[in-house]
Nanobody, 125 residues
Framework: QVQLVESGGGSVQAGGSLRLSCTTN????????MGWFRQAPGKEREGVAA???????TYADSVKGRFTISRENARDTLYLEMNSLKPEDSAIYYC???????????????????WGQGTQVTVSS
């Protein structure tokens, strides 16, 4: 059974930084794409960043230059380094993984098969 568990969320002031982690069980990071999504109250879940099997990455325009996705295969862990945080970054952040290596729309929810339970990020002004 595949499990994804996020951690590292919290409350910070605008301009601050946080690093989210997503630890996986029963899933090889060499399998496919992994991504980070977020959902703010009253809004749809949106893709933030994704990393492909061989390490290429892609980001939503709203976070480019501020967020960095990475993974450490030896620890079965996915990371999201978030810098220069803004109040509009406040949301529940989810990690996700694909069942296969196919990942044609990595910032769309429909591309992913496995999801974590989410971790709250709150940025105050």
């Amino acid at each position: 059974q595949v499990q994804l568990v996020e951690s590292g969320g919290g409350s910070v002031q605008a301009g601050g930084s946080l690093r989210l982690s997503c630890t996986t069980n029963g899933y090889s990071h060499a399998t496919g794409c992994m991504g980070w999504f977020r959902q703010a109250p009253g809004k749809e879940r949106e893709g933030v960043a994704a990393i492909f099997r061989f390490g290429d990455t892609t980001y939503a325009d709203s976070v480019k230059g501020r967020f960095t996705i990475s993974r450490e295969n030896a620890r079965d862990t996915l990371y999201l380094e978030m810098n220069s945080l803004k109040p509009e970054d406040s949301a529940i952040y989810y990690c996700a993984a694909t069942l296969t290596g196919s990942c044609t729309s990595p910032l769309w929810q429909s591309a992913y098969d496995y999801w974590g339970q989410g971790t709250q990020v709150t940025v105050s002004s």
